[in-house]
């Protein structure tokens, strides 16, 4: 029988599917921000006020042995003085020499380090730096990542990754990760004790502990993972309890020791039936239940833990740990007020006697929904991650009212959680200054010459490069030939669950409106003409891109439209039950979405390649495959389109065995570069299949439109000419904003 607690959870994580309730946009309904701007206790020190900075990754910027170099300085000392009463640090593992993955091969790291004394210099410059703010700083100790590591240690260093028990690697669930021994993970306790007493004396205002999303240290605190049958480590409870007796031994009884756990994997209520009949799955059917981390909770306190946030989810389904814009916002709030009310339910106090808070995380970057949970009690402390990637200044903004002036975050993860699996460092798609602090200046410099600018195409790159002239004293001029601004952002708005993009646009709208020296030309159309008899210093040109019309048969037809018309108006949809969308890329599940969830279609996916929306975030990318068969939209991979005839469209599928199944989000699809020595052929056994389709939509990706351009470099009259965003190549708007602010900067 389900408990309460998992009933509660099931509905939780059913909701994250279905939620249909109007969205939050940045208002500030509830300024002053009382509670939010009200100090914290944590053991010994006192957090100025309850805002704090999520753990985000710090990948490769550090140098390469760990050290934080000033890239890491200067991105983190910014959200200090963005306002944020306390900085962590993303994961820094300690089980160097124990789990392979943490290191590269002659002792490189990406990850930083702080178990080299070549490093400490930067983590007391660090320290110092965010002090020198007013602001509290946590290192994110972490035991490493166990099965979760880069499967390339075998390859690369026929090393094993490891884990609690035999578990498959999560990227290449071939490679099996061997379980550790009680030596090995008594050695990591003792790196993590170590670790702890030298953050102390860096500087490091207090450990944070990385137990959740199913890293090694969640492997060994979790059923589902540690199946070990001997030793003292069996017991799930025991390797985290070791952990926190150990750092509070080898510190203080002052030293704030903070630990982020899930509630719950969430496995069963994320795949239901799948747990007990899917290959991947089963062996973790034994999750931990809510009850069980609870009382985990509470025997962590009693070993010394003063803080705990909480989410939900692992790798498996990892659209939980990292909510993309498809998810509502404070999706998190409920997980942390059951911690929150069972704590005080069983009056569990800290080792120093006080309550012990509870910081929620997840979306929470709208500052009347984040100030509303803290005045409801559903935490004590709020947790920002991509909100302040976005905007470090969100506290200050806030604190002062000037909710509006905040940018928000767009919620594709495109460049900073995509960026990290592909090799990058953190970054964001709608602040180009993110990850860049160290070189680029916080106001772009005054421009020596005031000069007058023609941006053409008002989409994120035109609209970003004619923001960022103007504040350095340039006069633009920006032409627009539809007779709104914002191009892609317009339809890719349109859904509920893109709600993120809404509120951005919102802001540059704002930000266009009253920005000085900025004149806005809608409905016109520009032509090189027009660029001589107003006689521009610079043009930088910007329209964006074209549908592609494909080669298929019956394409023109009348009931045939661009995913692109159809967000815009699905009205266009009104007599169509049955829908086909052509292309399975993140337009065309998104308009799959749209179409099934808000208008009530039927709905067929067809893609070519073996992967819908390949290239996407994983996380995002999961969260709406899985939210598109629960609601049955079927997803045909390995498919062609043969032709389109009023009321059918032809397919060619392949229907082998070995097609990869599209409704795999337990496993991710690896970046092209990392070769999978045991990836599986696909085989050929194609039939032809007549689908039913009352309309068809397009959405087999864009074609750069060159024309203004090229038309204005022909008349050799505009000193300085650029051509960016999705004209020059077919981007996201990661690339169309950096692009933007980058040439604006160079003006
Ligand atoms: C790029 C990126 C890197 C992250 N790295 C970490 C990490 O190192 N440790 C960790 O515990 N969580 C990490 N997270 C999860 C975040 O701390 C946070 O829980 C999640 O982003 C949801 O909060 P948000 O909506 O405020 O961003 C990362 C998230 C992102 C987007
Ligand atoms: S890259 Fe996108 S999701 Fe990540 S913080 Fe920036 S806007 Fe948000």
């Known amino acids: 029988m389900p408990t309460d607690h998992e009933k509660r959870l099931a509905e939780l994580v059913a909701r994250f599917d279905e939620w249909s309730e109007p969205p939050p946009r940045m208002t500030h309904e509830l300024f002053p921000y009382e509670q939010l701007f009200s100090p914290l206790q944590v053991n010994s020190i006192r957090l100025k006020n309850r805002i704090g900075m999520a753990p985000l990754g710090n990948i490769s910027m550090v140098d390469a042995s760990g050290r934080p170099s000033e890239k890491m300085i200067a991105y983190l000392t910014e959200r200090a003085r963005g306002g944020a009463g306390l900085i962590t640090s993303g994961l820094v593992p300690v089980s160097q020499g124990v789990d392979p993955t943490v290191l590269e091969a002659k002792h490189l790291s990406y990850f930083p380090r702080i178990d080299t004394r070549a490093t400490w210099a930067g983590w007391r410059t660090l320290a110092e730096s965010i002090h020198a703010f007013g602001a509290h700083f946590f290192i994110q100790l972490s035991p490493g990542m166990g099965r979760v590591g880069s499967p390339e240690v075998l390859p690369k260093r026929h090393r094993l990754p490891v884990s609690a028990s035999w578990n498959p690697n999560f990227y290449v669930p071939g490679i099996p990760s061997r379980p550790l021994s009680g030596h090995a993970l008594r050695r990591i306790v003792s790196q993590a004790g170590q670790a702890a007493a030298d953050a102390r004396a860096l500087l490091i205002d207090g450990v944070y502990l990385h137990g959740h999303e199913g890293y090694l240290l969640e492997q060994l605190a979790n059923p589902a993972f540690n199946r070990r049958s001997l030793g003292e480590f069996r017991d799930w409870q025991r390797f985290p309890i070791a952990l926190v007796e150990e750092i509070r031994r080898r510190t203080a009884p002052d030293y704030p020791i903070m630990y982020r756990i899930d509630l719950s994997l969430a496995l069963h209520a994320t795949y239901g039936e799948r747990m007990r009949t899917v290959k991947g799955l089963k062996k973790f059917g034994s999750e931990r239940s809510v009850d069980m981390t609870l009382e985990l909770i509470g025997n962590l306190v009693r070993a010394g833990v003063d803080l705990f946030d909480v989410d939900l989810g692992c790798y498996d389904n990892w659209w939980l740990p990292h909510p993309p814009g498809s998810m509502p916002a404070g999706c998190f709030l409920d997980v942390a007020q059951i911690v929150r009310d069972w704590l005080s339910e069983q009056r569990i106090l800290s080792n120093r006697g006080l309550p012990v808070p509870v910081a929620a995380v997840g979306k929470l970057g709208y500052p009347d929904v984040a100030e509303r949970a803290l005045r409801e009690g559903k935490c004590d402390l709020v947790l920002l991650g991509r909100p302040l990637l976005a905007d470090p200044e969100w506290p200050n903004k806030t604190m002062t009212g000037r909710v509006s002036e905040i940018v928000p975050c767009i919620g594709a993860q495109e ?333």
């Open 415 to 747: 460049a900073c959680l995509k960026e990290l699996t592909v090799g990058g460092h953190l970054q964001c798609a709608v602040n180009p200054r993110t990850g860049f602090e160290d070189v680029l200046a916080r106001e772009p410099a005054p421009a020596a010459v005031a000069k007058r600018v023609a941006v053409v195409g008002a989409g994120p790159a035109g609209l970003n490069c004619a923001l960022t002239s103007v504040r350095r004293g340039h006069e633009v001029v920006l032409f627009e030939r539809r007779d709104r601004i914002g191009g892609m952002l317009v339809p890719g708005s349109r859904p509920h669950i893109k709600f993120d993009v809404a509120n951005y646009l919102a802001h540059l709208e704002a930000l266009v409106k009253d920005a000085p020296r900025l004149t806005l030309r809608l409905g016109v159309a520009f032509t090189p003409e027009v660029l001589e008899r107003e006689g521009f210093d610079a043009v930088v040109v910007c329209p964006g891109a074209r549908p592609i019309v494909p080669q298929i048969d019956g394409a023109g037809l009348l009931h045939v439209h661009q995913a692109i018309d159809v967000l815009l108006d699905p009205a266009r949809l009104s007599a169509a039950d049955h829908v086909v969308i052509v292309g399975g890329g993140p337009v065309g599940c998104e308009c799959a979405h749209y179409l099934a969830y808000e208008h009530g279609k039927q709905v067929t996916v067809i893609e070519m390649l073996p992967h819908l929306m390949r290239d996407a975030c994983q996380a995002n990318r999961g969260h709406l495959l899985h939210a598109l068969e629960r609601r049955g939209v079927k997803l045909f991979n390995c498919t062609r389109v043969e032709s389109i005839a009023p009321g059918e469209v032809v397919v060619v599928r392949n229907v082998s065995r070995t097609v990869p199944d599209p409704h795999v989000t337990w496993a991710p699809v690896l970046p092209e570069n990392i070769p999978n020595p045991l990836a599986k052929s696909i085989r050929e056994q194609l039939v032809r299949e007549r689908l039913r389709a009352d309309a068809v939509v397009l959405a087999v990706g864009l074609l750069p439109q060159p024309e203004i351009f090229d038309a204005c470099q022909r008349r050799f009259s505009a000193k300085q000419l650029f051509s960016i965003g999705d004209a020059f190549q077919i981007g996201r708007i990661f690339e169309a904003v950096k692009a933007g602010y980058r040439v604006a900067c160079a003006l």
